[in-house]
T-cell receptor, first 116, second 113 residues
């Protein structure tokens, strides 16, 4: 089946640090990748949609300068949380799909980000 | 706007009993519906989807879902629950134009031995 690898699984760092999270589709080409944020005991909140080779589309209320998304290839997208602060602590999850195949989204295992 | 609703925050069921996790939808046009499961500190795993065809959709791990157009529902079912089925379940509808998934609020399933 389609596998999406997300790395790292957990990050603990000091306030002001920038953190990069990688999302890779291992056995399919991800024309579209999605980044979500999940707060404890809540549903997933879509942050942005990225299509390979083009700029990400951010959801309303999501700061694009704070959450930098790069989708440089059909198998890799990155989310960089710039100058992270404690309020950025959350569970971040990526998903990927091959739009040409009308696939369901396949999700990574998430990254638990804790900012001290 | 497309949306799904999961009316139950938690469902408790004894092992071996049938389980149902409820989902209703509101869409313009034909619905494209999904069920995902999330285990603690993990991403979501795809269980099944409905686009067209048979109203009863079979998915992974023995789960199935019944699409009911008149009741605008897409309930997740399993004939015999396992303790290992305990997890958080999300219903979702896909937006045809943007491919975005709109998730329900999730239902925590607890299966007791």
């Amino acid at each position: 089946g389609a596998v999406v690898s997300q790395h790292p699984s957990r990050v603990i760092c000091k306030s002001g640090t920038s953190v990069k999270i990688e999302c890779r589709s291992l056995d399919f080409q991800a024309t579209t990748m999605f980044w979500y944020r999940q707060f404890p005991k809540q549903s997933l909140m879509l942050m942005a949609t990225s299509n390979e080779g083009s700029k990400a589309t951010y959801e309303q209320g999501v700061e694009k300068d704070k959450f930098l998304i790069n989708h440089a290839s059909l198998t890799l997208s990155t989310l960089t949380v710039t100058s992270a602060h404690p309020e950025d602590s959350s569970f971040y999850i990526c998903s990927a799909a091959d739009r040409s195949l009308n696939q369901p989204q396949h999700f990574g295992d998430g990254t638990r980000l804790s900012i001290l | 706007a497309q949306s799904v609703a999961q009316p139950e925050d938690q469902v408790n069921v004894a092992e071996g009993n049938p389980l149902t996790v409820k989902c209703t939808y509101s869409v313009s046009g034909n619905p494209y519906l999904f069920w995902y499961v999330q285990y603690p500190n993990r991403g979501l795993q795809f269980l099944l989807k409905y686009i067209t065809g048979d109203n009863l959709v079979k998915g992974s791990y023995g789960f199935e879902a019944e699409f009911n157009k008149s009741q605008t529902s897409f309930h997740l079912k399993k004939p015999s629950a396992l303790v290992s089925d305990s997890a958080l379940y999300f219903c979702a509808v896909r937006d045809w134009d943007t491919d975005k998934l709109i998730f329900g609020t999730g239902t925590r399933l607890q299966v007791f031995p």
